[in-house]
């Protein structure tokens, strides 16, 4: 492969516009590049993850999602282009599983936190579902791979799962306690 930025900046995107991989150009505001941004924030995310000690197994898991979600930024850079396909959600679904039947079943609602890679991944959460939200609004009107909205809303559920047993692991998940005193 070649070099792809010989030169990073190009003064192109100053007038408030952007050029998409096709070639064509929209407007920085607009959704398909909120779109991009929102899943670019999330990759981001997964990396502060990563830079935390976390089970190997884990590591792998979240460097598979960031490869799936540059797939994903690379669809809505290029519309029309389908990468993400029914057995990437069910990989996730199985890891999902997998980490889930870790876990005692849940009676009260987790608050984000418990420890510094957990509280990134409640973090990354928050962002996936923004993002998958993002993806919702451009596919109103434009066509947007079905299955890359269907692994955000299946990874936003992994990275509750994931979170709770990062925290669990150091014994600090923590639970909304509805009667706890807010004056």
Known sequence: MGHRLSKIYTRTGDAGTTGLADGSRVDKDD??????GAVDELNSYVGCTLSHEIPTEMRECLTDVQHALFDIGGELAIPGSRTITPQYVAHLESTLDEVNATLPPLKEFVLPGGGGAAATVH???????????????????DDVNVHSRTYLNRLSDLFFVLARALARARGSEVYWDPKRNRG
């Open 31 to 36: 959704i398909r590049i909120e779109a991009m």
């Open 123 to 141: 973090v990354a959460r928050a962002v996936c579902r923004r993002a998958e939200r993002k993806l919702l609004t451009l596919s109103r009107r």
